[in-house]
């Protein structure tokens, strides 16, 4: 072999080992045995400060995560392209019935800056340009339209950082199948977004199209 | 608001506020002051039992994670169409600069489990079969005609598993600006397979070709 | 050497190194650099079932922690024996001029159970009992009057568990430079008490002398 | 109630709650149900920075932990004063039978450090210097001899430091009925030795009379 995994890694994993998997090794056994069934799917970006199984303290099995740059879902194509992000949304609508569909986006993120740089220059996204390609996914929000020049930086990336996860949503719901379990209430979206800065949550409420503090949690 | 975020993720979100954010934010915001710099690029199922951030116990910006049914690259196709996964690798080797790409398999993968079903069975994807036309990405690897009926199904799931791994590290040598990294030193590939079963990683030898038991690791 | 630490222990440590102390390796070494200032002092159990860095989530550095059978506080005695719990004490208020001095009991404590059992049946502390000759440092607490034959043995035993802890305070005030702390408000007293079957934790309102469930915490 | 817990202490502990206690809320009510049953004695310092229970990632229910300042154990005195340590010992060995006893000391200790100081100086301990007293314990350790004001002073508060463990498990064997376990093969005895400004661990030698760091783990 010629290249080794990094000694980091090999640490990492090893650390993994002795504390929480010797602690968890019972459940993990289980899981592999009677396989997972999750029930939440989560939608999350690729960033390296923002992993949803650290922010949401998750066990082993509690939720599968999709993870693509920025966090979005493409509208329902029913073609012969790979589509991964929507295969990942069918394996846990269909296969697995997860209750709960959340579209995670958070602060800095990379992905959304690319998009506004372009779309104030103009820029129009070549073939083989993949991230902005990707990108185009958010074009058809309407509240992109509060991209402004002159506006703060930091404000207009989070109000445009918001605005992707309402387009995710309204992709989510293109879907046809999920949009009957939504329906049928065997399923419930929710859009969040996190701020690394300060460990802020916000979730969306679709009412007002809002994104509020999360509530304090209950003591239990 | 309709629907309110489900208590358990919640209370996991309080729980890392009270723990492990409180004890590292002030790497959280100097992550978000400075942007991230990973090193490490890693593409992962989206298994919920295989969180690569818990199983190398990774910190917060230290692996850009993709997430995909199989953890499955395709090919290089610079075409218009949403390339989720080829963005987060652009992103990952173009702009971030990582020194290592990971694809990190695993046991009782439902992806490949779906794929050898239809192999077997000699079913077709249709379009809009998400999943399926998505597994398709692994069709090209002759070492899949291991796979055969009256062979050990685990041992055959496995093989697999791994076949699909190799296919992964070809298919990433397939991106131009990638291999060009590769070759001049900057960037490593690696392939790995997780059996959460009992915890055990094995490390792809490219040479040979074999996924071999992680060597113990030094004591630091 | 005849005998080597025990597996157990040098895997946990060797886990230790590879998650928590990489990733806190700097504030430890300047708690090693600067000295410790905990602003706590907790007086608990050496019982294996409560440590107080893991139920409160301590960091390095935060919390002093004297742990002998039962939690107990004896009374000031200024004599030339060695009285290890007090120099604890002498040490926390007088050197490092805590801010709080919490003694930390517990269900199912088995100093209390033995103090229990040897109540009931009228037996005599021999010399050399070194348990039951240290639990007579809870004898002159009026409140084990309560003490019945009849009465149910687990609500009989909580309730001399938390009798214990107004004990322990009580002898905390027989040290003159301890009061004179608290009097000047330099220094807090708390009484806590844990139950690690269900993992309630109540608080001494000394107000009232019960015990009381926590209120929930403000989200912060 | 005047005082409530300090607010760190509720966030703590609610973090344990929803992160920790959570995932082993069964393996807590097992415990709670069954008692207690350690197969390891921990003499350890009161210190903030060395909790053993962190160092050695142990599970709820893996050792019994008694601390004290400089994690002294007394010699044998079978007399009718409190002797908490000694209960300890007592609680753990005779009722409990574990099956190893280690004496933990570490660098920076206070404790030693105000014994070195008051022996260089030539200070006697005053009944009521209760940390002075307690430290007396030491003072038959014909290794101090090596205490020299011309030497330097880490190496010298390293080497009484671990001159104290040393003295310690000579204490440990005053007590007949522990040395009776240990001779029958059923406990066994350790010293060790902690340094956090690097995180290394010393494991004594009793032949040699050395503190040796400890071997590599195997990988398991």
Same mark, same amino acid.
């Given at each position: 072999?010629?290249?080794?995994?990094?000694?980091?890694?090999?640490?990492?994993?090893?650390?993994?080992?002795?504390?929480?998997?010797?602690?968890?090794?019972?459940?993990?056994?289980?899981?592999?045995?009677?396989?997972?069934?999750?029930?939440?799917?989560?939608?999350?970006?690729?960033?390296?400060?923002?992993?949803?199984?650290?922010? /949401?303290?998750?066990?082993?099995?509690?939720?599968?995560?999709?993870?693509?740059?920025?966090?979005?879902?493409?509208?329902?194509?029913?073609?012969?392209?790979?589509?991964?992000?929507?295969?990942? +949304?069918?394996?846990?609508?269909?296969?697995?019935?997860?209750?709960?569909?959340?579209?995670?986006?958070?602060?800095?993120?990379?992905?959304?800056?690319? /998009?506004?740089?372009?779309?104030?220059?103009?820029?129009?996204?070549?073939?083989?340009?993949?991230?902005?390609?990707?990108?185009? +996914?958010?074009?058809?929000?309407?509240?992109?339209?509060?991209?402004?020049?002159?506006?703060?930086?930091?404000?207009?990336?989070?109000?445009?950082?918001?605005?992707? +996860?309402?387009?995710?949503?309204?992709?989510?719901?293109?879907?046809?199948?999920?949009?009957?379990?939504?329906?049928?209430?065997?399923?419930?979206?929710?859009?969040?977004?996190?701020?690394?800065?300060?460990?802020?949550?916000?979730?969306?409420?679709?009412?007002?199209?809002?994104?509020?503090?999360?509530?304090?949690?209950? /003591?239990?």
């Amino acid at each position: 072999m010629r290249h080794r995994l990094p000694n980091r890694l090999v640490e990492g994993y090893s650390g993994f080992r002795q504390t929480r998997f010797r602690r968890e090794k019972d459940h993990y056994a289980e899981l592999a045995a009677a396989g997972q069934a999750p029930e939440v799917l989560m939608v999350a970006c690729v960033d390296s400060r923002v992993a949803p199984e650290v922010i /949401f303290d998750a066990d082993a099995g509690e939720m599968l995560v999709v993870r693509n740059v920025a966090n979005l879902v493409p509208p329902y194509q029913p073609d012969s392209n790979y589509h991964g992000t929507s295969a990942a +949304i069918e394996f846990a609508v269909q296969v697995l019935e997860v209750k709960h569909a959340v579209v995670m986006g958070h602060a800095s993120c990379g992905g959304i800056r690319a /998009f506004r740089d372009n779309h104030l220059k103009g820029r129009v996204a070549a073939p083989g340009d993949f991230v902005a390609q990707w990108m185009e +996914i958010i074009a058809p929000a309407t509240e992109l339209a509060l991209v402004c020049e002159g506006c703060d930086p930091l404000e207009d990336q989070h109000a445009m950082e918001q605005a992707a +996860i309402r387009q995710s949503l309204r992709n989510l719901r293109t879907f046809p199948w999920l949009v009957e379990r939504e329906r049928s209430g065997a399923l419930q979206l929710h859009g969040i977004w996190f701020d690394m800065a300060d460990g802020t949550l916000r979730e969306l409420d679709e009412a007002s199209g809002r994104f509020q503090p999360l509530q304090r949690p209950r /003591f239990t």
